[in-house]
């Protein structure tokens, strides 16, 4: 009687490549469900970040006579927010600060302190459709002095480049991380299991 040859699986029929393909997928499915909060988190701080540059910018004009600066001065505390236009609002008050060419059109208003985290998801999505030459209205609370509410209008252009770059770099470390975990499972799925059960296989076929 000749011994019957062992033939082995095709390599995307066996249990380790399965299971190696089930991790990459599982791996990068966590991952999204990561992203989707960060990245409405990442807009929500780069929007907070623009109030308080906006807040300090209005603080450094308190700070000068009469409340004057020169254009220069000015322009450059604009380009610091990276805002067109910066405007205190309190219980009695409402003035502009700081602006620049006040835009004729705002395309939307977002209110970041009591914002909840659905409508943060939501915004942050809706942000990542490009739109070129936007203008935004953004309005939260100062961090110094709750009772003054900070508005600024600033092109969005650069919170849509900072958004897909941070994305790219969180897609980039998901397929690292999602190749290094399949890559270990398998490796100790091999160690483990399958070669065990080849071992097993072939002394029963050669007892056979």
Known sequence: MTDTPLT???MVSSLSARLLLLTIAFVMLAEI??????????RAVYLEERLAAAELASLALEATPDRLVSEDLAMELLAHAQART???KGLTIRRLVLAD???KDVDAMYYIS????????RDAFDTLRPRPDRTIHVVGRSRQNP????????????????????????MSLSVVISLITAGLVYVA???LMVRPMRRIT???????
């Open 189 to 191: 799925l091999q160690w």
């Open 101 to 103: 060419d006040m835009p």
């Open 8 to 10: 082995q699986p095709p």
């Open 86 to 88: 910066v405007i205190i």
């Open 202 to 208: 072939r002394s029963m076929v050669e007892f056979h």
């Open 147 to 170: 009772d003054l509410v900070i508005e600024v209008v600033l092109d969005e252009a650069p919170l849509v480049a900072a958004m897909y770059d941070y994305s790219w770099r969180i």
């Open 33 to 42: 469900l990561i992203f989707v909060p960060s990245i409405s988190r990442f």
């Open 114 to 121: 009591d914002a909840m985290p659905h409508n943060l998801i």
